[in-house]
């Protein structure tokens, strides 16, 4: 690695590999650090589940390469780093939608948003994050990096590269179940629905193994890792189903996102277990 150089990037692909791996464990601490600092207990931040958030090695890498030459001009390396930032974050932001068919974070509460991907107040402290990257940080990083052996070095990337690419795997699988379950929670609420008008109170088997599949669903996504992580996710599909899930796990339900689909039939579910237990008294 150490002897294959990336000319427009003046790096060679070792340094390239451990300044993304520096700068994205440090944008994991911080997301870390911001989320407990928030919710008082500590929370696996980040897209995949080791502690590294790629996007910040690949945003580090961009804007120190790209911004390089305006390191001497301070208003002007400033404003640069909000427009590549805030660029990158929005282009990141819907791609990740368009693959996994979920918003990931969300600045829609926030003054000066567009469809809730960037803001102004989180560009503008992207800014001065980027300069203080440039001028103070990464020349630090460089000198750390330079120092590495290149044959412990290789064996320490090498080892890294196998453990990303097995959390890629995991993660993509993680996603993909994420979103099966929703799906089910969403047929087996119409299921519910339809039955429950067929058949009035008169509870069968078959509802009852019905519900009692939606409320394990609905656990299953209540724990689930994306959902702590990313506290502003919201999937674009089944997307109701899922703001009412959400919704009773923060105790702040939304009558706007009622499931008359699922609730009446739940209603009469616990109203025929009222009953039974009634009649054994």
């Not at 067929?198 to 299953?220: C, F, H, M, P, T």
């Not at 674009?236 to 009622?258: A, E, P």
Request: charged share 20%; with cysteine.
């Amino acid at each position: 690695m150490q002897n294959l150089y990336i000319a427009f990037l003046n790096n060679t692909v070792f340094e390239l590999f451990f300044y993304f791996l520096w700068w994205s464990v440090f944008g994991w601490f911080l997301e870390v650090v911001d989320r407990t600092l928030e919710t008082g207990g500590f929370e696996n931040r980040g897209f995949l589940n080791g502690p590294i958030c790629p996007i910040y090695g690949f945003g580090v890498i961009i804007i120190t390469h790209l911004l390089a030459p305006l390191k001497d001009n301070i208003v002007m390396l400033y404003i640069s780093s909000v427009i590549i930032c805030t660029t990158f974050e929005l282009l990141v932001g819907l791609m990740l939608e368009r693959m996994f068919h979920a918003k990931w974070w969300d600045y829609s509460d926030q003054k000066f948003n567009y469809k809730g991907f960037i803001c102004l107040r989180i560009s503008l402290l992207w800014g001065v994050g980027a300069v203080l990257c440039i001028c103070v940080a990464h020349p630090l990083v460089e000198k750390v990096v330079a120092k590495i052996p290149y044959t412990g070095g290789n064996i320490f990337a090498a080892t890294i590269l196998i453990v990303i690419v097995i959390d890629i795997i995991a993660t993509l699988s993680d996603i993909r179940e994420f979103n099966m379950r929703l799906k089910q929670i969403d047929y087996i609420a119409t299921l519910l629905h339809d039955k429950s008008i067929a058949l009035g109170e008169n509870i069968s088997d078959e509802v009852l193994s019905l519900n009692a599949k939606y409320e394990k669903l609905s656990d299953q996504i209540k724990s689930s890792r994306l959902v702590r992580a990313f506290p502003s996710l919201k999937p674009s599909r089944y997307t109701k189903t899922f703001r009412i899930i959400k919704g009773k796990l923060s105790n702040k339900f939304d009558l706007h996102d009622y499931d008359e689909k699922y609730e009446n039939t739940k209603l009469i579910i616990d109203s025929s277990d009222q009953t039974d237990k009634t009649l054994i008294k």
